[in-house]
């Protein structure tokens, strides 16, 4: 197995003086590098290659990560759950049957942690400006964060029932989910992971260019 873990820029380099060893030994390439294309990869190695590219995400770090997989014609069976084994033991590791699919998975799981932590943010920030310290307002938003989340999974049923037994009618939760919708969140929401997918078929076309 030879796995990839260098900075999508200097993929090239670093793979066009292995193309000799890597066609000779054959091993299951692994990618976890953004905006690659299978295609470029193959082409700077020589050849045909078992190649599986990964996008995992940062809570990997935490053994909680999320991992997308998608593999090429020439992996096997074996190969599969070699690779699927070694993304698992860091988090969930799912395939998905198409390359393109990797800027999906790019856009809800490997950027996804920036958007929550944007949240927490925001509301640290809010809890302050209500009165409350930066440690009690931090504090309070971490945990509501991870119980929602343990809640989420834990769950028979989608974030969209759980969310409608917190909000009573006439309620505090239902005037700040109504405010969200007054602004358009799932909207901004569905533009913004739009504008990440299309950037990583932009990265991939630039980074995937180089001879």
Not at 105 to 125: H, L, N, Q, R
């Amino acid at each position: 197995m030879l796995v990839l873990a260098v900075k999508p820029q200097v993929m090239a380099q670093v793979l066009m003086p292995l193309a000799d060893l890597v066609q000779a030994r054959q091993p299951l390439i692994i990618s976890i590098a953004a905006g690659i294309p299978a295609a470029s990869i193959e082409r700077w190695l020589g050849g045909p290659v078992a190649l599986v590219r990964a996008m995992p995400n940062t809570p990997a770090l935490v053994q909680a990560g999320a991992t997308g997989l998608y593999a090429n014609g020439q992996v096997s069976a074996e190969q599969r759950a070699t690779a699927e084994g070694l993304l698992g033991a860091v988090g969930l590791a799912l395939w998905v049957d198409h390359e393109d699919l990797i800027d999906a998975v790019t856009a809800v799981s490997g950027s996804g942690p920036a958007y929550f932590f944007y949240v927490m943010e925001a509301m640290i920030k809010a809890g302050r400006e209500l009165g409350l310290d930066e440690s009690t307002a931090r504090a309070l938003t971490l945990q509501t964060a991870l119980g929602s989340a343990q809640m989420a999974m834990a769950a028979d049923v989608g974030p969209d029932e759980l969310r409608r037994r917190v909000t009573s009618p006439g309620g505090t939760t239902e005037r700040a989910v109504a405010t969200f919708d007054e602004a358009g969140l799932r909207e901004i929401f569905g533009q913004a992971l739009t504008a990440c997918a299309a950037r990583g078929k932009e990265l991939a076309i630039q980074l995937g260019q180089t001879d």
